[in-house]
């Protein structure tokens, strides 16, 4: 199985900074990577499919990197909504998710 | 307009069953992979099953032997039925379908409570 590692595990920023999320496969996934954002008590959200592509709708200040191993979520300019639990996600072979990065003011 | 509901669960003794549902609309079930993911309390994603277009299943190790994925055409609707349910069985589950070909869940159901407890 495809084990994923998100770092870190708990993050606190400010509203206006930028923020980079980290996750690492144990084996390729190539650049079957998504990312989601989760509010308390909802369904998880799409924000980034394909490691780097923007899902419709989602504002621009979300973009995603990597391939391989490695990715990266990078959010700029937080602002208050921003302010959730984040995974990501491989579907290289069947589902796995990190553990999530929780996103504090 | 998509629109994933999810219903059927509940609290449930150790040992017991239920069956969850996955009603779709706006698109057909069988046109999609669908997949339940659940969420214990406090903690992170987990996917549990997957029915692919031709209706071939897949399940975590977790659920393995216990847990059995189905649809509905008829119905558009995706069934889990959980069996041999234990405490670590837990959970908010959620349906969700991958609409494109890299394996993302477009779609999410608002999820459906199950409690396995005496």
């Known amino acids: 199985d495809i084990q994923m590692t998100q770092s870190p595990s708990s993050l606190s920023a400010s509203v206006g900074d930028r923020v980079t999320i980290t996750c690492r496969a144990s084996?390729?996934?190539?650049?079957?990577l998504s990312w989601y954002q989760q509010k308390p008590g909802k369904a998880p959200k799409l924000l980034i499919y394909?490691?780097?592509s923007l899902q419709n709708g989602v504002p621009s200040r979300f973009s995603g990197s990597g391939s391989g191993t490695d990715f990266n979520l990078t959010i700029i300019s937080l602002q208050p909504e921003d302010f959730a639990t984040y995974y990501c996600?491989?579907?290289?072979?069947?589902?796995?998710f990190g553990q999530g990065t929780k996103l504090e003011i | 307009e998509v629109q994933l509901v999810e219903s059927g669960g509940g609290l449930i003794p150790p040992g017991g069953s239920l069956r969850l549902s996955c009603a779709a609309s706006?698109?057909?079930?069988?046109?999609?992979?669908m997949s339940w993911v659940r969420q214990a309390p406090g903690k992170g994603l987990e996917w549990v099953s997957v029915i692919y277009k031709d209706g071939t299943p897949y399940y975590a190790d977790s659920v393995k032997g216990r847990f059995t994925i189905s649809r509905d055409t008829s119905k558009n609707t995706v069934f889990l039925q959980t069996n041999s349910l234990r405490a670590e069985d837990t959970a908010v589950y959620y349906c969700a379908t991958e609409v494109g070909v890299t394996g993302q869940f477009d779609n999410w159901g608002q999820g459906t409570l199950v409690t396995v407890s005496s």
């Open positions: 084996q390729s996934v190539s650049t079957y």
């Open positions: 706006g698109f057909t079930v069988s046109s999609n992979y």
């Open positions: 394909a490691a780097s």
């Open positions: 996600h491989q579907s290289q072979n069947t589902h796995t």
